[in-house]
């Protein structure tokens, strides 16, 4: 399988091929490496990698992979084709942030109108009996944000826009 994702403006070409349960063959950069895989939760794996160990957690989103390996932060970006065909032009400009579960609002952080930078958190969602921040996936202006603590939001609820 071959996997592509962007480090910054650096296009990574990824081969990937499974050789038996949890060990893998991974072409990167010309070079192969011998590499195998303990899962140890849903986000969270042991790779070793050629005989070095290194603690990953994955946190995904529709825009990028969050990738924290050895407590060192990567962001890995997903590109649409039309913004590859387009250089970047057909880049997302508004963005409408809906929630995938019900849930309560704990706490609000930002208000309609104000400035928020990629990665701020703009308010706390209680789903689960678990509290989850939800981020701006974007910079830009929050253009619709009209939930305050103690509302309940159903499935598919619009939290937020930002554009």
Known sequence: MNLVFW???EEVRLN???????????GLDGRTHAVRVEFL???ELLLNIDGKVFNVIIRSDPQAHSVFVNEKFFKLEKKSALRLLNGGKGKIR???IKTTMPGRIVRVMAAAGEEV??????????AMKMQNEIKSPQAGRLTYLRL???DHVE????LFSVE
Not at 16 to 26: H, T
């Open 16 to 26: 990937l091929e499974e050789k038996s349960e949890n060990i893998f063959q991974v």
């Open 94 to 96: 508004k963005r409408e």
């Open 7 to 9: 480090y910054g403006q």
């Open 117 to 126: 930078q990629e990665g701020q958190a703009v308010l706390v969602l209680e």
């Open 148 to 150: 305050k603590p103690g």
């Open 155 to 158: 499935t598919g609820a619009l």
């Open 41 to 43: 939760s849903g986000d």
